[in-house]
């Protein structure tokens, strides 16, 4: 018998992403404190000369898109998959990231170069003014962390603008530091170094966004997950000869998918086979959207199409004739053999 199996689940790999009963009212909130801020910082950052203060209110606006696109996606992903989206339009957060990672690491280049130029050439800082307004800064991103804290973290959005928050105020106690170092030494040096301090923390910021969203766009398998070792493992099921055209991947952020052909012993039991299958790969892995075609080995779909064994690894290319022309992925079996 031949079984197309598909298992739609909303269990644990669900529920990491984009949830669109996340408390939107807390977002918000954040939202309006780091605007209305990040504007004073820039006027401020402006009169007193200060790079470090612009450079803290880029990376206060780069906080302030985090959170627009972490409510945008929550309705993105609230509506139904339709018509050419038979996913949705769950990867709009991921398209939203990579933009939001490549902003950071251009506008990162940017401050790098002015702080460069303003070590070899430093203006007139004022120390007073930088210290008061990054010691203010702390408090607005302690309680802008209190607020997405009590929002629903579960959305990988939200959970992502809490980090990028968090890590925002490093930045504003590195600025904090050089305020006072201007103000006490006179060394106005310490401002072009504080700005190359949330330089540092924008790339690195900005490369986690790119690297991340990029191995998503590129249908690489979730990290941590070892395609080989899950084929194995699905190998060496009871009952189970053969599996191939095994594909791992991400649909966004925490929903990992897969799809799979199993070919089973003759007389094997394909429902079993395939239920417990499913069964490993949620408990254990965390991937309920599972999609597996299920067939016994030799067994004829049409007169022309009778499905054999695959070719065992250690056979020459002139020796392979596999189940199908074009090879999808390595084959896996239980016992020993070359991967």
Known sequence: ???????????????????????????????????????????????????ALISDAAHMLTDAVSIVLALVAMRLAARPARGGYTYGLKRAEILSAQANGITLLLLSVWLAYEAVERLISPPKVTGGLVLVTALAGIVVNLICTWLLSKANRSSLNVEGAYQ??????????????????????????????????????????????????????????????????????LAATDEVVEVHDLHIWLITSGQPALSAHILVAPGGDCHKVRRGLQELLSGEYGISHATLQVDHVGEQGSPDDVLTLSPRPETGPEEQTGHCEDAHGPVHRSGPHRR
Request: a negative charge; aromatic letters at 4%; proline letters at 2%.
């Open 1 to 51: 018998m031949t079984e197309h199996a598909h298992s739609h689940g909303h269990g644990h790999s669900h529920a990491h992403g984009v949830s669109p009963d996340a408390d939107r009212r807390w977002l918000r909130a954040a939202l309006i404190l780091l605007t209305a801020y990040m504007a004073v910082e820039v006027v401020i950052g402006v009169v007193a000369q200060s790079l």
């Open 164 to 233: 990028h928050i968090l890590t925002d105020l490093f930045g504003f106690v590195a600025t904090a530091l050089a305020g006072l170092i201007v103000l006490t030494t006179g060394f106005e040096r310490a401002d072009a170094i504080a700005s190359l301090v949330v330089v540092v923390l924008m790339l690195r910021a900005g490369t986690g966004l790119v690297r991340e969203s990029g191995r998503i766009f590129m249908e690489a398998a979730p990290t941590g997950v070892d395609p080989d070792a899950l084929g194995e493992r």
